[in-house]
């Protein structure tokens, strides 16, 4: 079992940057994907990014695309650089641990607790 812990979270007015970090714990992380996911009150979790155990792989949904980079760096740690934020990105934002590069939130097994991102327009 991998343990996730985000942070980075917090109010941004729009146009403006974040950067969130997943910290990773457990022995297999270095060959696990990993991905980013965003949930609003009330609705389901929304898929962002996924990157492969390696890094070689990435993808976006196409609401983030060309705004967010995906990245890690191979031992404990992953990223979200988040640019060009909008109030549509509010949400809280939770990291997950997958065995496959996948967009769906029931492929993921771990869940870190999140870390809220608001955005003001």
């Known amino acids: 079992q991998v343990q996730l812990v985000e942070s980075g979270g917090g109010l941004v007015q729009a146009g403006g940057s974040l950067r969130l970090t997943c910290v990773a714990s457990?022995?297999?992380?270095?060959?696990?994907?990993m991905g980013w996911f965003r949930q609003d009150p009330g609705k389901g979790r929304e898929f962002v990014a996924v990157i492969s155990w390696n890094g070689a792989l990435t993808y976006y949904s196409d609401s983030v695309k060309g705004r967010f980079t995906i990245s890690r760096d191979g031992r404990t740690t992953i990223y979200l650089q988040m640019n060009s934020l909008k109030p549509e990105d509010t949400a809280v934002y939770y990291c997950?641990?997958?065995?496959?590069?996948?967009?769906?939130?029931?492929?993921?097994?771990?869940w870190g607790q999140g870390t809220l991102v608001t955005v003001s327009s």
């Open positions: 997950g641990s997958s065995r496959r590069v996948v967009t769906s939130s029931e492929e993921y097994d771990s």
């Open positions: 457990g022995r297999t992380f270095s060959s696990l994907a």
